[in-house]
């Protein structure tokens, strides 16, 4: 019988640094929801609303990355496919449709407030997942 801690993990070894960061960007995105819909929502209801859903989605890829069993990471693979597509699309239509974007969110202009992490972030968490998947086959 093999330990249950046995073998690749993402929330181990360099995803553990990915965990790290993927938890800062949800206490940095979850705070600025916040403040953005209790303060501000009527100036900018769209915006708010996709800060606070990429919010969300951050806290989900983070708890399953860290966990990395099996069911976590499926659901960490959907939250950072959706997150990719959420920074492409709202990155683009930020740019396209500025009065749609009036303030500034996690994922306008492809995360740019954020350093561009948002865009980066889950392209490298999904390689990570990959990565350990293939490892995992590797050790089984």
């Known amino acids: 019988m093999s330990e249950p801690d046995a073998g690749p993990h993402t929330g181990r070894g360099p995803g553990r640094l990915l965990v790290a960061v993927y938890g800062l960007l949800a206490l ?4 600025r929801s916040i403040l953005q819909i209790s303060e501000y929502f009527d100036r900018a209801p769209v915006s708010y609303v996709m800060s606070a859903l ?8 983070t708890v399953g990355l860290a966990r990395g069993d099996r ?3 499926r659901l960490a693979t959907v939250a950072l496919t959706v997150e990719l597509a959420g920074v492409l699309v ?3 239509l930020s740019y396209a449709l500025p009065s749609a974007f009036p303030d500034k969110t996690v994922w306008s202009h492809f995360g740019a407030g954020y350093g561009y992490v948002p865009l980066l972030l889950p392209v490298l968490g ?3 997942i990959r990565h ?4 995992a086959a590797l050790t089984s």
Not at 28 to 31: P, R, S, V, W, Y
Not at 54 to 61: D, K
Not at 132 to 135: A, D, E, P
Request: proline letters at 0%; glycine letters at 8%; hydrophobic letters at 60%.
């Open 28 to 31: 940095a995105a979850t705070g």
């Open 54 to 61: 990429a919010a969300v989605i951050y806290v989900v890829a």
């Open 71 to 73: 069911s976590s990471v």
């Open 90 to 92: 709202v990155g683009a």
């Open 126 to 128: 999904l390689w990570w």
């Open 132 to 135: 350990t998947r293939r490892r």
